[in-house]
């Protein structure tokens, strides 16, 4: 598992990037392609969402904003969804080429389109 840096200990980042090189950091904001506003407490997931093969799991923020780690052996098997309804509908997968700290992630109505 990825370790999490915070506070004080960002002034480490440079030398601690050596060591987290396996590991891919995703940061950035998830909205509703519906309305434009941000989706508080987005369920992201490595492994579909509400399968059994779904190995761990991260959160959006209040603000629809997150800040997270995760093991560069899993970036293909990232998916998001809005932690309400489905998830076997409801969930988009992300494409790992889209992976980055400034994302945006566009979420679909609950019929699966987007506005």
């Known amino acids: 598992m990825c370790p999490v840096v915070k506070g004080w200990k960002l ?12 590991c891919t950091h995703l940061a950035g904001i998830v909205v509703s392609g519906e309305t434009g506003r941000s989706v508080p407490h987005a369920e992201f997931s490595v492994g579909q969402p509400g399968e059994v093969a779904a190995t761990s799991r991260h959160y959006s923020r209040a603000s629809g904003k997150f800040d997270f780690y995760i093991d560069s052996l899993d970036q293909d098997n990232l998916w998001v969804w809005s932690g309400r309804g ?11 080429s889209e992976i980055s700290t400034r994302m945006r992630i566009l979420l679909p109505d609950n019929s699966g389109h987007f506005r």
């Open 11 to 22: 002034l480490i980042l440079p030398a601690a990037m050596a060591a987290l090189s396996g």
């Open 86 to 96: 489905d998830p076997s509908v409801d969930a988009v997968h992300i494409n790992p």
